[in-house]
């Protein structure tokens, strides 16, 4: 079995965990929530030695979707996913920079295409399923590759929180059906990567997390 690696490259103000996802044998990925500092990526793509495949997006937020369109027309890959609930604030990233006092280097997104529960993606030999789960914005998706027992989060859920719901389109309460109907039946041991911050384990959310006990 090919090893599935992972490199984080903090980017923008918020320091949003963008992430290079990649086959370290095959050295083929994708970048993973690219909200912008563009250069930055490419540089550790180029650093890894990776041939990027596609561009997968989280949701639709700036923070993670910002240099999609920048870094799409610097390596001429896909844009994938969020679901296509999330259009509306793809559509208005550039209005979401203004409200943040972000200077310019924002474009709206157009994704090449919308995932839904169940679709499957691919890098190399690691399969990763998409799961629908709304709540922090109505189109978030989360990555799972079950054989690495290893979750892509996104801002669902942080070590010893949970993504906010104060934003347009948010719903607490639907955020937290989606992390215990979707998310935390995945299993104890899988490991996770989130949006911002550092990873955990979701048996260690399940038994500490204070938004989930």
Do not use: Y
Request: glycine share 12%.
């Amino acid at each position: 079995m090919s090893r599935l690696s992972l490199e984080i490259v903090p980017v923008t103000p918020f320091r949003q965990n963008c992430c290079i996802l990649f086959d370290a044998d095959e050295k083929r990925g994708v970048v993973v929530d690219p909200g912008g500092d563009v250069p930055h990526i490419l540089e550790a793509v180029d650093r890894l030695g990776v041939t990027l495949e596609a561009i997968w997006l989280t949701h639709g937020h700036i923070d993670h979707a910002g240099g999609a369109m920048d870094l799409k027309d610097a390596t001429g890959v896909e844009i994938v996913g969020p679901h296509r609930a999330d259009q509306p604030l793809l559509s208005r990233l550039e209005d979401q920079a203004r409200m943040f006092g972000l200077a310019g280097g924002v474009r709206n997104a157009v994704p090449d295409r919308w995932l839904e529960e169940g679709d499957a993606l691919t890098i190399g030999t690691h399969r990763f399923e998409v799961l629908h789960t709304p709540g922090h914005s109505p189109g978030h998706v989360v990555f799972f590759e079950r054989t690495a027992r290893f979750l892509h989060a996104g801002d669902v859920l942080f070590a010893g929180s949970i993504g906010r719901t104060d934003l347009p389109g948010g719903d607490h309460e639907t955020l937290l059906r989606s992390i215990r109907e979707k998310v935390l039946p995945l299993g104890d041991d899988v490991g996770f990567l989130c949006g911002h911050g550092p990873g955990s384990r979701l048996g260690d959310e399940r038994r500490s997390n204070p938004f989930l006990i």
